[in-house]
Structure formats: C-alpha cells, structure tokens
C-alpha cells in the first residue's frame, strides 16, 4: 500500500502560516518564508520552486537505470493533486484583495508563486527609496508605546528585503536608537556601548527598551502616589474671628480644645465637674 504524501493530512494551513498576506502592509518575506519552510517540511517545495533541491552531499544517487522512463498515471494525478493543495495554500494565507488580483484559471502553484513575487518587487527602486524615506523618519513620539514603534521599525524593515534593499541588523538596532526621543537617551547610549552592535541583535534592544518602558511608568506612577499623598488636605484648626487659627488654650483648669464648644459654667445644665464645691 502505498504511503499517503504528507501534504494531504494538513487540514488547516493557518495553523502552520499564520501570517494573512496584505498588498499594503503584508510582511511579503516573513510569510515567504513561512511558506517555504511549510512547504519543505511537507515535501512540496518543488512546487513552488522546482530549481529548490536538496544538496549534493543528501541528494540520493540516481541513476539511468532508476530513472522512470515515463511516469505512471498515478503520478502524474497525485502531481496535479499536491500542486491543488499548494494553491490552495497561497490562496488562503492572502488577502482576498491579493487572491483577486492573482487569481487565474487553469494556474500552478509555481504560477501563483511567481505572480505575488512580482507584485511585490515591482517598481523595486521607486518602491525602496519611498520605505527608505519612511524607515528614516519614524519616531518613537509619533507612537502610543514601545512596542508599537518597535513593530513599525521591524515592519519597514521587512518591506525595504521584498525589494532587493535590504536592512542588516546593525542598521536596523541603529534606526531604533536614532528614533527615540530624549528620555531614553540614557538607554539609547546603553545600547551603543555596553555590546558591539554587529553583536547586538533587534530582539535585544527591543527587549531592554520596553523593560526601561515599564521601569519609567512604574516609577511614575509611585511618584504620582507619593504626591498625592503629599497634597492631601491635613485638618484645619478652627479660626477666630479675625480668621487666625485658634490653639489649644491655656485656662486655670487646663488646656481648652478648640475643637469642642466652650462648657459654660454652672447654671441649668452645666456639667457638674466643672462647678466649684
């Protein structure tokens, strides 16, 4: 019996390529490599990319004896097979813009494969230097949090690869610094200095500024606490007629609270203790 191809028993392709593709903001390199690897790991990748094979040391040796002269049918049909379920593939993990755009009859995989590379690095040179000009010119300020600007940098990053422009990690650690504003220049020449920046990866400098993120706003949050408290009211003493604060008075029969009323002495309804025996 023969052994069923691997790529038949994925059911849900979102589960391997999470990534939707989208003509404006689609990481296209991120999801081509996602796809590739899929696609190796279920033993398809000459679908999309029939020149891919494997290096000499692994390929088997094959020789003019084992080669099939003509492909029995059966082969040929589970070729037609597979190459559905890797168009089937691409179409789900774009964009329905996308699939509108690409989509032909009677297409392969490799066809469809070879269309979103072209549309994404056409006009590569006018498209580079326009995400040259965006890449450049991001800033922290512009952005709710570290993370959002973070992903922004990442993200043009990954535009400027799909054409041809691509950004090293050097580069990339340095525009993170570069947009920053000044109440993370301290970690910004942190960064610079501590590590070698060809060492230094993105993921690192990312980590330590939403970490220095977190520090600063609990810091801030604790000073807003200690000046709440600082700004409370404190109870005000009773005033005089003049307005001056009343202190606790001295009398023949002790201090007097100014907080009470005065005790008026004997009479009807004076407090016995305060009347003379």
């Given amino acids: ?18 990534i939707t593709l989208e003509q404006e903001t689609g990481p296209y390199t991120s999801w081509a490599e996602l796809f590739k690897i899929h696609c190796c790991a279920y033993e398809v990748l ?16 094959v020789t003019d004896k084992d ?40 297409v392969t995989a490799e066809d469809a494969w070879t269309s979103l590379s072209n ?10 230097i326009c995400l040259q000009n965006q890449f450049s010119n991001t800033k ?14 990442k993200i043009l990053s990954d535009k400027l690869s799909n054409v041809d422009a691509l950004v090293t990690e050097q580069q990339l650690v340095l525009q993170l610094i ?22 230094f990866s993105f993921s690192e400098a990312r980590s330590r500024l939403i970490l220095e993120e977190s520090r600063k706003a609990h810091q801030t949050s604790g000073t807003a606490l ?17 307005g001056s604060p009343q202190a606790f008075q001295t009398t023949s029969r002790g201090f007097q609270d100014p907080y009470q009323p005065h005790r008026q002495q004997g009479g009807r309804g004076s407090d016995p203790s305060w009347q003379h025996g």
């Fill in 1 to 18: 019996m023969d052994r069923l191809h691997l790529a038949i028993t994925v059911t849900n392709i979102k589960n391997f390529i999470p």
């Fill in 46 to 61: 000459d679908h999309i990319l029939p020149g891919e094979v494997p290096a000499a040391s692994e390929a088997p040796v």
């Fill in 67 to 106: 080669k099939p002269k003509d492909p029995p049918a059966t082969s040929k049909e589970l070729w037609k097979r597979l190459d559905a379920i890797v168009l089937q593939w691409i179409y789900g993990t774009i964009s329905t813009d996308l699939l509108n755009t690409i989509i032909k009859p009677n």
């Fill in 119 to 128: 549309l994404f690095r056409d006009n590569r040179a006018t498209r580079a």
């Fill in 140 to 153: 922290l300020s512009s952005f709710s949090n570290m993370a959002a600007y973070c992903k922004e940098i």
């Fill in 178 to 199: 570069a947009g920053l504003n000044d109440q993370y220049e301290g970690v910004g020449l942190l960064i610079q200095q501590t590590t070698p920046l060809p060492d």
């Fill in 226 to 242: 200690l000046s709440t408290a600082v700004a409370a009211p404190s109870t005000q003493l009773p005033t005089d007629a003049s």
